[in-house]
């Protein structure tokens, strides 16, 4: 089936440094992919909508200077958090459409740990 | 998409049969009915889907009601590993490709 790789799986920061976030389809292209955000004890909230070759659409409040999202390839999406600080710290996930795989077709990461220190 | 209500949590033993209830009264004629799960540390699972018909699959069965405005997720026989958070979600296949979840019934399986 469908596998969406996520790396790294947990990373710890210093406050005010930047963190690259990568999300990979394995074995299928996804011309969309999903960014999410989870705070413990928290569902998933969506953070932004990752578009191949054209600009990532963001939801509301999330700020797009500060999560950088580029999607340069049929495969790969990354999210960089930028100037990173403690209140970022959460569990972010990635998600891919895989239009090969069905009508359900929602494959997900298996999540990053950011921990800003 | 609609919004669907589920229990906070719930709890079964193990090899016992569980059913996880989602309510979605404002269901549209377009809207799949999507299930995930999410293990501890994870990322969500696919579990099941359906339309109006009842769905069995490997992991799970899926009991949609006649009038599409509920729809039970079964685990014929709970594992300690089946331990996890499941989301109930509507989908429209005509609208936006994002799946958007709400807070899921967390699972607790005891030995």
């Known amino acids: 089936g469908a596998v969406v790789s996520q790396h790294p799986s947990r990373v710890i920061c210093k406050s005010g440094t930047s963190v690259k976030i990568e999300c990979r389809s394995l074995?299928?292209?996804?011309?969309?992919m999903f960014w999410y955000r989870q705070f413990p004890k928290q569902s998933l909230m969506l953070m932004a909508t990752?578009?191949?070759?054209?600009?990532?659409?963001?939801e509301q409040g999330v700020e797009k200077d500060k999560f950088l999202i580029n999607h340069a390839s049929l495969t790969l999406s990354t999210l960089t958090v930028t100037s990173a600080h403690p209140e970022d710290s959460s569990f972010y996930i990635c998600?891919?459409?895989?239009?090969?795989?069905?009508?359900?077709?929602?494959?997900f990461g298996s999540g990053t740990r950011l921990t800003v220190v | 998409d609609a919004k669907t209500t589920q229990p906070n949590s719930m709890e079964s033993n193990e090899e016992e049969p569980v059913h996880l209830p989602c309510n979605h009264s404002?269901?549209?004629?377009?809207?799949?009915i999507h299930w995930y799960r999410q293990l501890p540390s994870q990322g969500p699972e696919y579990v099941i889907h359906?339309?109006?018909s009842n769905v069995n699959n490997r992991m799970a069965s899926l009991a949609i009601a006649e009038d599409r405005k509920s729809s039970t997720l079964i685990l014929h026989r709970a594992t300690l590993r089946d331990a996890a958070v499941y989301y109930c979600?509507?989908?429209?296949?005509?609208?936006?490709?994002?799946?958007?979840f709400g807070g899921g019934t967390r699972l607790m399986v005891k030995p």
């Open positions: 990752s578009n191949e070759g054209s600009k990532a659409t963001y």
């Open positions: 359906g339309l109006t």
């Open positions: 998600s891919a459409r895989d239009n090969v795989g069905g009508a359900h077709g929602y494959t």
């Open positions: 404002t269901i549209s004629g377009t809207d799949y």
């Open positions: 074995d299928f292209q996804a011309t969309t």
């Open positions: 979600i509507l989908r429209d296949r005509n609208a936006g490709n994002m799946l958007t």
